[in-house]
């Protein structure tokens, strides 16, 4: 049983330890072209592959929630459409590299029998490839199941990241468990992770976004930690923890960034104006980082922060 040693701390404590402390950023906006006046919004971090610079980003009509996953990438100040590349019917992309191959992660929204326009379930989806004109599509996670998260290990095994919810997880936990091959990725191994324990109170819920490999071998973890005010509304924040692999231990959550970080812009409903989307970390060898963020559901940034996962590596 894994357990944290420090009292598990609810949003608003996280944040006073946030705001207490000062810290010096760097907040870019990402802009987009060639997908109409759709939002793009929910983006990777940065990755190269086949010599490019590429990220993936959800692309969707401001009133709807069907969007798809477009891979970018850079041109004359602006992120593209990849040509020629396949687009998935998805939400919110992840992506991992494991033994080599390229996996790429989504969440496929499932309609009512009787109306198409209603959203009733979701599953995350996933696919693999040497390279990404030849991904094809290899596991599903289980209904509802959103921020499963792959990692591959010091010793090459692969570490998953679950997001159980109900009776094992209430609003959303944060679960791991570690198998093989990618051949072991499926519903069990999904469903049967350990909760990793203390990282949330039952009224608030978390999730992971990425996974990094430390140098130390343990697995530094961004997500996200939200909850609601007394109004109802939504309240989302990036959060970073570490992970041993070998005891299942977790350093206690820390809140890494805020919608505040932004610029007042728009957003989906009224009710998502607080949120914000761990997509991904870059680390720099400065002690800085690039964090790239969704911002309120319709906007996408990139922020420069000291580098969260340093003091994992002590």
């Not at 990849?82 to 687009?87: D, E, I, M």
Request: charged content about 25%; hydrophobic content about 35%; proline content about 5%.
């Amino acid at each position: 049983m894994t357990r944290n040693p420090v009292k598990t701390a609810t949003c608003n404590e996280l944040l006073d330890t946030f705001y207490a402390n000062l810290r010096t950023v760097r907040v870019e906006k990402l802009a987009f072209s060639g997908v109409g006046k759709r939002d793009v919004y929910n983006i990777t971090a940065p990755f190269t592959h086949g010599g490019e610079t590429v990220i993936l980003g959800r692309v969707e009509e401001r009133d709807s929630e069907f969007s798809q996953v477009f891979f970018f990438i850079l041109r004359e100040g602006a992120w593209i459409p990849r040509a020629h590349t396949h687009t998935y019917n998805l939400q919110d992309p992840c992506v991992a590299l494991i033994q080599g191959e390229l996996i790429v992660g989504g969440v496929e929204v499932i309609t009512a029998a009787d109306d198409p326009y209603r959203i009733v379930s979701w599953v995350t989806q996933f696919y693999r490839g040497y390279r990404i004109d030849s991904m094809r599509h290899f596991s599903s996670g289980p209904g509802t199941m959103k921020d499963i998260r792959l990692i591959e290990l010091q010793d090459g095994r692969i570490g998953i990241f679950t997001r159980p919810q109900g009776a094992r997880g209430g609003r959303g936990q944060i679960g791991f468990t570690i198998i093989d091959s990618l051949e072991e990725l499926n519903e069990q191994t999904f469903i049967e992770a350990e909760v990793l324990q203390d990282q949330f109170v039952p009224e608030e819920w978390g999730g992971a976004n990425e996974a990094q490999l430390l140098k130390n071998g343990h697995i530094g973890v961004l997500g996200h930690i939200a909850c609601f005010d007394r109004l109802g509304q939504k309240h989302y924040y990036s959060m970073v923890f570490s992970l041993n692999p070998g005891t299942y231990e977790t350093t206690p959550v820390k809140i890494i960034a805020a919608r505040s970080d932004f610029p007042i812009g728009p957003g989906k409903r009224p009710d998502l104006q607080d949120v914000i989307f761990s997509g991904g970390l870059v680390r720099g060898d400065n002690g800085r980082a690039v964090l790239s963020v969704g911002v309120s559901d319709a906007e996408a940034y990139q922020i420069e922060i000291p580098d969260p996962f340093i003091e994992y590596e002590q």
